[in-house]
Nanobody
Framework: QVQLVESGGGLVQAGGSLRLSCAASGTISSINGMGWYRQAPGKQRELVAGISSGGITNYAGSVKGRFTISRDDAKNTVYLQMNSLKPEDTAVYFC??????????????WGQGTQVTVSS
């Protein structure tokens, strides 16, 4: 069994910063790509940032230059540093990871989501 647990969301004023964390636990053999998605009310879930097992990153255009994704493989954790936050960044943020659990092939897992609210 694999679980992803996010933390670090909250309420912040526009221009502020937050750091999200997502830790994977369970019978993990290997972790491939990891990423952060977000879903605002009435909108579809969208990719915010992703990072490959080799450290290659990609970002949505709306967050490029403000958000930074990183990972710590020793801790099975992915981070999202969010700076210069805007009200339009308000959403539930979900982490996703492609994980090989012991005895199983690679598959995608989702965290439960953490709320980020940016006030103007």
């Amino acid at each position: 069994q694999v679980q992803l647990v996010e933390s670090g969301g909250g309420l912040v004023q526009a221009g502020g910063s937050l750091r999200l964390s997502c830790a994977a636990s369970g019978t993990i053999s290997s972790i491939n790509g990891m990423g952060w998605y977000r879903q605002a009310p009435g909108k579809q879930r969208e990719l915010v940032a992703g990072i490959s097992s080799g450290g290659i990153t990609n970002y949505a255009g709306s967050v490029k230059g403000r958000f930074t994704i990183s990972r710590d493989d020793a801790k099975n954790t992915v981070y999202l540093q969010m700076n210069s936050l805007k009200p339009e960044d308000t959403a539930v943020y979900f982490c996703n990871a492609v994980i090989k659990s012991t005895g199983y092939s690679f598959r995608g897992y989702w965290g439960q989501g953490t709320q980020v609210t940016v006030s103007s």
